[in-house]
T-cell receptor, first 114, second 110 residues
Framework: EAGVAQSPRYKIIEKRQSVAFWCNPI?????LYWYQQILGQGPKLLIQ????????DSQLPKDRFSAERLKGVDSTLKIQPAKLEDSAVYLC????????????FGDGTRLSIL | SQQGEEDPQALSIQEGENATMNCSYK?????LQWYRQNSGRGLVHLIL?????REKHSGRLRVTLDTSKKSSSLLITASRAADTASYFC??????????FGKGNQVVVIP
């Protein structure tokens, strides 16, 4: 089966600019997750979707970050305006549902803020 | 915090040796997972251990869980160069959400 697809792989922007990341989960996976991984740390969950509804976004900085999954398949994560501390790898993951099961990760988008 | 926290180790071992890494967490958990991350790639699930299990094996991997000490360990036996990666433990909480530790870097020298 095809894995989780993410694009772009790399992005360089200046602070205060906006950026968007795209994720296509494994076919049939109802649950989608966005993580932020700062260099040298483990991933931190930003938002979790179940189909097109938000399950948890408690760690999403909502003043600058937004995410959507309008049709319950693809998802986009946006940052506007970006800050220097947003430099990180943004990982998307999916799982069949919210029951206990492994999550499948994409290779991420590496974001650098100048 | 339910976050898993590995001992902040960077292991460098010779091919064929065993590698052990530890993880501790602060609150009661139901389940714990281990993931591997190769440089520049996403995470790959290795093994899941439930709170009522004490030990689990998968190929060359052995995971233990001690809920009384709130700790887990991952042992990789007969390491290979391809095992070079970062290894993360993650506590599993409501709705399959994961809280990751900082990870252990393992370098296997051929």
């Amino acid at each position: 089966e095809a894995g989780v697809a993410q694009s772009p792989r790399y992005k360089i922007i200046e602070k205060r600019q906006s950026v968007a990341f795209w994720c296509n989960p494994i076919s049939g996976h109802a649950t989608l997750y966005w993580y932020q991984q700062i260099l040298g740390q483990g991933p931190k969950l930003l938002i979790q979707f179940q189909n097109n509804g938000v399950v948890d976004d408690s760690q999403l900085p909502k003043d600058r970050f937004s995410a959507e999954r309008l049709k319950g398949v693809d998802s986009t994560l946006k940052i506007q305006p970006a800050k220097l501390e947003d430099s990180a790898v943004y990982l998307c993951a999916s799982s069949p549902g919210t029951g206990l099961q492994p999550q499948h990760f994409g290779d991420g988008t590496r974001l650098s803020i100048l | 915090s339910q976050q898993g926290e590995e001992d902040p180790q960077a292991l460098s071992i010779q091919e064929g040796e065993n590698a052990t890494m530890n993880c501790s967490y602060k609150t009661s958990i139901n389940n714990l997972q281990w993931y591997r991350q190769n440089s520049g790639r996403g995470l790959v699930h290795l093994i899941l251990i439930r709170s009522n299990e004490r030990e689990k094996h998968s190929g060359r991997l052995r995971v233990t869980l001690d809920t009384s000490k709130k700790s887990s360990s991952l042992l990789i036996t007969a390491s290979r160069a391809a095992d070079t990666a970062s290894y993360f433990c993650a506590t599993v909480w409501r709705d399959n959400r994961l809280a990751f530790g900082k990870g252990n870097q393992v370098v296997v020298i051929p």
